[in-house]
């Protein structure tokens, strides 16, 4: 049974800090793992989805990179501003059309 | 990205009524649309897996005859909770899959239901 991991739990970073956050995953046998932000009492925003063959997607500040065979990935947000506190989940897919197996997510503070 | 809308955002309602909450893929037609809960502080627990035109499929300890999903449409999935209880307080989240080889998963933005 697939389970995916995502320490720490929570983060607090200055504001212009880097930040990165891990998720590992006990099944390399993944089709695809997205990243997602959430926001206090709203759904869930799609940030980055990469597939098994990629090793890293890139959007502005957002980076992730995926070690499928390590069972790693990381989510790196350059020069952290105080609107990206909220709370950031990983999820990993088995095949095309399967349910997503949800880390427990990091909860991120960035001070100003 | 693509566009999720749920509906209503939130509700409150009394105990022993039943309550609907609908899910739509505005911009996209979704054969799978997945049906999440979650708890304060808590990371999503996927509730059953909708496919249009078929059955829901339930996850282990979701009683289906309580939580009612009806995948009617490419863009419609609804799920009602009957006879709803103050433990069926939650954020219901719903989710629709795009089609193709990306397989990219869009959420609504939730639905919070009390019931008192």
């Known amino acids: 049974k697939q389970e995916v991991t995502q320490i720490p739990a929570a983060l607090s970073v200055p504001e212009g800090e880097n930040l990165v956050l891990n998720c590992s995953f006990t099944?390399?046998?993944?089709?695809?793992l997205q990243w997602f932000r959430q926001d206090p009492g709203k759904g869930l925003t799609s940030l980055l989805l990469?597939?098994?063959?990629?090793r890293e997607q890139t959007s502005g500040r957002l980076n992730a990179s995926l070690d499928k065979s390590s069972g790693r990935s990381t989510l790196y947000i350059a020069a952290s501003q105080p609107g990206d506190s909220a709370t950031y989940l990983c999820a990993v897919v088995k095949a095309a059309g399967n349910k997503l197996t949800f880390g427990g997510g990091t909860r991120v503070l960035v001070k100003p | 990205g693509a566009v999720v809308s749920q509906h209503p955002s939130w509700v409150i309602c009394k105990s022993g009524t039943s309550v609907k909450i609908e899910c739509r893929s505005l911009?996209?037609?979704?054969?799978?649309m997945f049906w999440y809960r979650q708890f304060p502080k808590q990371s999503l627990m996927l509730m059953a897996t909708?496919?249009?035109?078929?059955?829901?499929?339930?996850e282990q300890g979701v009683e289906k005859d309580k939580f009612l999903i009806n995948h009617a449409s490419l863009t419609l999935s609804t799920l009602t909770v009957t006879s709803a209880h103050p433990e069926d307080s939650s954020f219901y989240i719903c989710?629709?899959?795009?089609?193709?080889?990306?397989?990219?998963?869009?959420f609504g933005e939730g639905s919070r239901l009390t019931v008192l």
């Open positions: 990469i597939q098994s063959s990629q």
């Open positions: 989710s629709a899959l795009t089609s193709g080889s990306a397989g990219e998963l869009f």
């Open positions: 099944d390399s046998a993944i089709y695809n």
């Open positions: 909708s496919n249009e035109g078929s059955k829901a499929t339930y």
């Open positions: 911009d996209f037609q979704a054969t799978t």
